[in-house]
């Protein structure tokens, strides 16, 4: 089962911030939030992680609450190209490694 | 440096056949994990390999499914007497360490195989 929950669609205007938010209320001290997205019925491309602190790469921001129960995504300039299915997933230690749990995502539409 | 590359890209089968998909990790990757997702769906867990070691088949179903990631060679995820449930896409992802290694590298995802049964 999903540990986040995320709304299911958002729109935004091209060339706005587009604010993606997520809950991760039972998330635990050691484990990482990550956002992938995918394009398309393309395979998910990774985006940013995070664990307790502000993250910033070249195609994203991730603001994470104190308490860490949730985090929000923030695509500075959203282009056409940035429509997609978004997914925030909580990465649980499993068997020597990690598994991902995929929720159902939220479909940002950008419009022109 | 290529990515994670899986084939075939659409596969169709008649209700009944085997289907077989495979995936090439990333260069150096040792871990390989398999995602199904069927149409508006999110992506579910199927199983999770190293080489030549199933470590987790939690999400694969327990009949007519199977894994397997040889010494040699690409990891294969066969499907045998394909029903039309089992039309969907799926995935193939690979990471470079575990959980050992204290790391937080992601998973780079291949652009999956589309199973059609007819």
């Known amino acids: 089962d999903a540990k986040t929950t995320q709304p299911p669609s958002m729109d935004c205007a091209e060339g706005r911030a587009a604010n993606l938010p997520c809950n991760h209320s039972?998330?635990?001290?050691?484990?990482?939030v990550y956002w992938y997205r995918q394009i398309h019925s393309q395979g998910p491309q990774y985006i940013i992680h995070?664990?307790?602190n502000n993250e910033t790469n070249e195609m994203a921001s991730l603001i994470i609450t104190e308490d860490r129960k949730s985090s929000t995504l923030i695509l500075p300039h959203a282009t056409l190209r940035d429509t997609a299915v978004y997914y925030c997933?909580?990465?649980?230690?499993?068997?020597?490694?990690?598994?991902?749990?995929f929720g159902t995502g939220t479909r940002l539409k950008v419009l022109a | 440096n290529a990515g994670v590359m899986q084939n075939p890209r659409h596969l169709v089968r008649r209700r009944g056949q085997e289907a077989r998909l495979r995936c090439s990790p990333m260069?150096?990757?040792?871990?390989v994990y398999w995602y199904r997702q069927l149409p508006e769906e999110g992506l579910k867990f199927m199983v999770y390999?190293?080489?030549?070691?199933?470590?987790?088949e939690s999400g694969m179903p327990k009949e007519r499914f199977s894994a397997e990631f040889p010494k040699e060679g690409p990891s294969i995820l066969r499907i045998q007497q394909v029903v039309r449930g089992d039309s969907a896409a799926y995935f193939c992802?690979?990471?470079?360490?575990?959980?050992?290694?204290?790391?937080?590298?992601?998973?780079?995802f291949g652009s999956g195989t589309r199973l059609t049964v007819v």
């Open positions: 390999l190293q080489k030549e070691n199933i470590i987790d």
């Open positions: 260069k150096g990757h040792s871990h």
């Open positions: 997933i909580v990465r649980v230690p499993n068997s020597g490694t990690y598994k991902y749990i």
């Open positions: 995070g664990l307790k």
């Open positions: 039972t998330i635990s001290g050691n484990e990482y």
């Open positions: 992802a690979s990471s470079l360490t575990g959980i050992s290694a204290g790391t937080t590298d992601g998973y780079t």
